[in-house]
């Protein structure tokens, strides 16, 4: 099984930048579509950004888009989200997701769509 790991959450300021990642171990063989999900207290799960197998379809949510990129090293098993001008309804539990599926420009959306979840890394925005 493909266990994930995410890291480098933390305490930032609003306006500031941070980069969260997720490590894949694990049987990692064929291709894997990874997504960052986030859930602040009290709402649902939500996507954040979803990278296709091949990086060639890229989703992002509106309420990040223009602020967060994400990418991918397949070599490292590593996906990364950069954030920028943080706000503080960024505040969230950050994860990230991955499935395995044979359409290398599938982005899913939705968190039923994936199968293989991380721990989840906080993230906190204050003034």
């Known amino acids: 099984q493909v266990q994930l790991v995410e890291s480098g959450g933390g305490l930032v300021a609003a306006g500031d930048s941070l980069t969260i990642t997720c490590v894949m171990s694990?049987?990692?063989?064929?291709?894997?579509?990874m997504g960052w999900f986030r859930q602040a207290p009290g709402k649902e799960r939500e996507p954040v950004a979803v990278i296709s197998r091949s990086s060639s379809e890229i989703y992002y949510e509106d309420s990040v888009k223009g602020r967060a990129t994400i990418s991918r090293e397949d070599a490292k098993n590593t996906v990364y989200l950069q954030m920028r001008s943080l706000k503080r309804e960024d505040t969230a539990v950050y994860y990230c997701?991955?499935?395995?599926?044979?359409?290398?420009?599938?982005?899913?959306?939705?968190?039923?769509?994936?199968?293989?979840w991380g721990q989840g890394t906080q993230v906190t925005v204050s003034s």
């Open positions: 694990g049987r990692t063989s064929g291709g894997y579509v």
């Open positions: 997701a991955g499935r395995r599926h044979w359409d290398s420009m599938w982005t899913p959306k939705s968190s039923e769509q994936f199968d293989t």
